[in-house]
């Protein structure tokens, strides 16, 4: 699995919303000077508001009305479109670092981008002719020194799993459901070229292989659509458009002429494919383009690949490109994540520092989506930001193995060996309870079913993740409040008992605001929580930086003691406009694998 990278291009102001996202992702960053000699054109673009906007009025304390009842959560309550729940607020201006200015107007998720936090937690299943090959044939090509030619490994006839009925995919779909995962997504053409799919613009194809030919209506892409449509999956396809070295074409339109011809049998032939995850897309390493029969050296460039994406939005409309135009991959196999996280890919200097005035910019501006591809992200000085425009709203998403071997595939006599409890739901904490989405690789071994150790696993893991979910004591629905400012949540005349507090922004009315917050209950300030990270650090749920989707906080001084409290205060001090609206939830969760020893 490999990140995608970018370049830059030119003046979009001509160019069609496809185009400006298509620069968008392929925007390498300028230095330091020169994005600083650009403030110029930042401050041009900023609205001033001069007048403070309206917060909601105080509820004083003999306004406020009971707790709500406790009702019961799912595990995709932290992307939820609305809460239920009637608990009283009262709002207050707190202090502002600049009255009345609104120093920046985030841009607001398309439809597309909301339609991703019901996938938060989705999962690979990886299988193809890599599952045939040694490990360290990985990305299943291999270039000639002599004479520069890339081919794939595996030949057709490797893919022949040993099986006498066809490949159960429903075993996939029942255990990615089990897990707690909403969206599968299949390896229909990795690196190398294999298409799982009957294609006719190649022969390298699973109609080829004896697998095809001892089944000779065989679709693997059919098959897994279907499975996720009986088990209510999201259907989320994978493809690795720059490594196909199967491919013999002499030329850079041969090439994608076929690979758009792909793409419409995919995308037009099963329905609804909710995702495209794009692999190597932008890539601008020296080994890429791994293209059979093409230069084995640089890359595409992008205007291929500004045609490419306004084809598939042409074609199939409603399909998310993460990895690509709607979002990106945060950190990358690692499955920790990256917090904190703003979906914001343009963010000008002057609204970080008004923001968070004793801090560097690197803690906010360096960890937005675009700037893992290259530094601060800056636009070219002909590219002026339109206030709110989806263009430049970006999805964070992390992924990782089961496999303790760090492999995404199972190779010959390899053990299907999962990481332990501990790991998994804490890559699930890390990722999901702190804005961002996870995608977790459940391979197939030779025979194309999931290993039992494999499938018990993920089942485990969806045991703990309910659990993390835990129930809700009080909620508060979405709320304006002057930022910086305090949303003040009376949990009832009597004291409520929790340990977690979900925090989320109306990202489709403010777009992420919040920079910085803090917690309290009855007048006391809450410290984060630690509980167990990688390489058997600690590190807190969301510390208490960006919210965005949806974080959760550990409360009390302890990860498995219980607060009890009538009246919680959340108190933004970071902000980067005057005004968001934040939903409010305490709960009663149970940390399972992540509690301490011995709790």
């Not at 994005?35 to 054109?41: H, M, P, S």
Request: proline share 7%.
């Amino acid at each position: 699995m490999r990140k995608s990278q970018c370049f830059c291009h030119g003046d979009i102001s001509q160019q069609s919303v496809v185009d400006r996202r298509v620069d968008e992702v392929g925007c390498l960053s300028a230095d330091r000077r020169v994005y600083e000699a650009r403030l110029g054109i930042w401050a041009m673009i900023l609205v001033i508001a001069l007048t403070t906007p309206t917060v909601g009025h105080p509820t004083s304390p003999s306004q406020r009305h009971t707790a709500p009842s406790v009702s019961s959560v799912t595990p995709k309550s932290l992307s939820a479109e609305h809460l239920d729940g009637s608990a009283s607020v009262g709002t207050s201006q707190g202090r502002e670092l600049r009255r009345g200015i609104q120093l920046f107007t985030p841009p607001l998720p398309s439809q597309k981008h909301l339609r991703t936090s019901r996938w938060n937690f989705s999962s690979f299943v990886h299988f193809g002719p890599t599952t045939f090959l040694l490990p360290s044939q990985d990305d299943n090509c291999e270039t000639n020194s002599n004479t520069n030619v890339t081919r794939p490994i595996a030949s057709v006839s490797d893919f022949n799993p040993n099986r006498t009925t066809p490949i159960d995919t429903d075993q996939w779909a029942r255990t990615v459901r089990a897990m707690g995962a909403t969206q599968l997504c299949f390896t229909a053409h990795h690196s190398g070229g294999f298409a799982m799919w009957p294609s006719k613009y190649k022969n390298y194809t699973i109609a080829a292989s004896p697998y095809g030919r001892r089944f000779p209506n065989a679709d693997l892409v059919r098959d897994v659509v279907a499975s996720c449509r009986r088990y209510n999956l999201s259907p989320c396809l994978y493809i690795a458009p720059e490594v196909d070295c199967n491919l013999a074409m002499s030329t850079q339109d041969a090439y994608f002429s076929a690979l758009k011809g792909m793409l419409k049998e995919l995308l037009t032939s099963y329905g609804t494919i909710d995702r495209l995850w794009l692999d190597t897309v932008f890539t601008p390493f020296n080994n890429f383009p791994k293209a059979r029969g093409l230069p084995g050296g640089g890359s595409f460039g992008v205007a291929p690949w500004r045609d490419l994406f306004r084809y598939i939005a042409e074609i199939s409309p409603e399909t998310v490109t993460l990895p690509g135009l709607d979002g990106c991959e945060v950190n990358s196999d690692y499955g920790y994540g990256r917090y904190p996280y703003m979906s914001a890919s343009v963010i000008p200097p002057m609204a970080i520092d008004a923001a968070l005035p004793d801090r560097s910019l690197t803690p906010l501006i360096g960890e937005n989506c675009w700037n893992i591809y290259g530094g601060l992200g800056v636009r070219n000085v002909s590219q002026i930001y339109r206030p709110g425009d989806p263009t430049y709203f970006k999805v964070g998403e992390d992924m990782a193995t089961i496999q303790r071997s760090g492999e995404w595939f199972i190779h010959p006599g390899q053990p299907a060996v999962p990481w332990t409890q501990e790991v998994l739901a804490g890559q699930y904490a890390a990722t999901v309870l702190r804005g961002l989405n996870w995608i977790l690789n459940v391979p197939a071994g030779t025979d194309g079913q999931l290993p039992t150790a494999y499938v018990n696993a993920a089942e485990a893991l969806g045991n703990a993740t309910r659990g993390l979910h835990g129930r809700i004591v009080a909620s508060l629905p979405f709320t304006d409040v002057q930022c910086p400012g305090t949303v003040e949540f009376s949990l009832g005349a009597t004291s409520a008992t929790f340990n977690a507090v979900v925090l989320r922004e109306d990202l489709a009315k403010t777009g992420q605001v919040v920079a910085n917050y803090s917690l309290s209950v009855d007048g006391t300030t809450l410290p984060p929580a630690s509980i167990p990270g990688p390489a058997f650090d600690q590190w807190n749920i969301s510390a208490g930086t960006s919210i965005g989707f949806g974080v959760m906080d550990l409360v009390g001084r302890e990860v498995d003691g219980m607060l009890r409290g009538r009246h919680l205060s959340v108190v933004l001090t970071g902000c980067l406009a005057t005004r968001a609206r934040i939903a409010v939830e305490a709960r009663s969760v149970d940390l399972g694998p992540l509690a301490p020893s011995g709790s």
